[in-house]
């Protein structure tokens, strides 16, 4: 499986690694919190394992993963998952990373119990780009920014996860039942393929949509799915707007990260600043 690449640091042994409960089912697999061991003279840190069922990805495909999870290994942001490496001597491959102790921020805002607060709704978006920009500077694009990708832990911080995953495009194709998350994708992949930050700058408007909308799916209500939706986006016949409560710079921000228009379109480091001049933002060290 690893031939043609060397043995790097986030190679893991199945022996540092335990697996104990099962906190959910991923796209390709399951995902446990686990104990991963990284020296005799330290205790075990507490992890999220992510296991990779072999059949969803070909050969070519889990090298082009384990090449990906090289780049994954050099990524240190507060507001990204942190990735500690993959087993990969047996099947199932297993990924190894941060473990974030709250729940997804769709989740969050789907709860019935608690209303997510105005304050934290610009917390979590502020902390959503911060985790953006950090990746688009680190050349990641994310392919699939969405709420149900972005985790909480217990302090409030908001965490970007599953990056790196969605390699070439690959990933995404393997979802379950073969659909492509069209809701949150930008014209320009729908109709062509493409991805670059400015497509994660699209997705991000539609977690903006979710954030404001207590989780509601974008397009939800247009009764069209799949590839009529797909046609809509792109023949610019449907288009998201937030019709809910929602400060006037947010709904800005809203606006210029859907533009049709790559280059129109804003930047994560532009959002920062408005968060920044107008919340008061600060980024976490
Ligand atoms: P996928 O995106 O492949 O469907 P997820 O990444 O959403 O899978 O994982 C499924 C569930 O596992 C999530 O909803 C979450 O509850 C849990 N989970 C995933 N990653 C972590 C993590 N790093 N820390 C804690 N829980 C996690």
């Given at each position: ?41 330290t205790?075990?840190?507490?992890v ?12 070519n ?88 990708n ?5 302090k ?8 790196g ?12 039942g ?28 539609a ?69 920044k ?9």
């Open positions: 499986l690893i031939c043609g690449l060397a043995r790097h640091e986030w190679q893991l042994n199945n022996e540092q690694v335990t697996l104990n409960k099962k906190l959910g089912e991923g796209q390709f697999g399951e995902v446990h919190k686990g104990k991963l061991k990284t020296s005799v003279f205790p075990p840190v507490i999220a394992v992510k296991t990779l069922h072999q059949n969803h990805l070909s050969a495909e889990k090298i082009l993963f384990l090449k990906e999870a090289n780049v994954m290994l050099t990524l240190a942001h507060p507001n990204v998952i942190k990735f500690y490496g993959v087993c990969t001597m047996k099947e199932p491959i297993m990924i190894v990373m941060e473990f974030c102790d709250g729940s997804s921020l769709e989740d969050v805002l789907l709860s019935k119990e608690s209303k997510v607060s105005s304050e934290d709704k610009i917390l979590y978006l502020f902390h959503a780009a911060c985790g953006i920009d950090y990746l688009h500077r680190k050349h990641v694009i994310h392919r699939d920014i969405a709420a149900r972005c985790l909480l832990n217990s409030k911080v908001l965490k970007i996860s599953d990056f995953l969605s390699v070439k495009g690959v990933a995404i194709k393997e979802r379950k073969g659909c492509l998350p069209v809701k949150y994708m930008a014209p320009e992949t729908l109709k062509k393929g493409f991805y670059s930050t400015a497509s994660d700058i699209y997705s991000y408007g977690l903006v949509y979710e954030v404001y909308t207590d989780g509601k799916t974008p397009f939800e209500s247009c009764g069209l799915r799949g590839n009529e939706l797909r046609k809509a986006i792109i023949g610019k016949s449907v288009i998201l707007t937030i019709d809910v409560e929602c400060p006037e710079f947010v709904k800005a921000i809203f606006e210029q990260s859907r533009l049709y228009d790559t280059e129109q379109r804003i930047s994560s480091k532009r959002i920062i600043e408005i968060f001049e107008e919340a008061g933002m600060h980024e976490l060290d």
